[in-house]
């Protein structure tokens, strides 16, 4: 989310969930699924692998046209 400038409000739309889903995910209150990480590298334009390999791998791998022009703010950290 940090790299592409997405908030939760938006990567909910793009994975068909509610932003209060994608909060509790990203707390650790609720699990994500294979379904979820299906969805999610869908989403950024990369394989669900690319997303297991590690947050640094994933952003490695995030398409051009997906990244922020201007990155800023405060970065969520996901908890397994």
């Known amino acids: 989310m940090f790299a592409t400038g997405e908030d939760q409000r938006a990567l909910a739309k793009g994975l068909g ?3 209060p889903q994608i909060s509790r995910k990203q707390s ?5 699924s294979l379904t979820d990480v299906d969805r999610l590298a869908t989403h950024y334009g ?3 692998i690319d997303l297991l390999c ?3 791998h994933a952003v490695s ?3 051009a ?3 922020a022009s201007v990155i800023g703010g405060t970065q969520t950290v996901l908890t397994c």
Do not use: N, S, Y
Not at 28 to 32: F, L, P
């Open 17 to 19: 969930l509610t932003q």
């Open 28 to 32: 650790g209150q609720a699990a994500w």
């Open 46 to 48: 990369m394989t669900p």
């Open 61 to 63: 791998r995030l398409p």
């Open 65 to 67: 046209h997906r990244r």
């Open 54 to 56: 590690g947050p640094d």
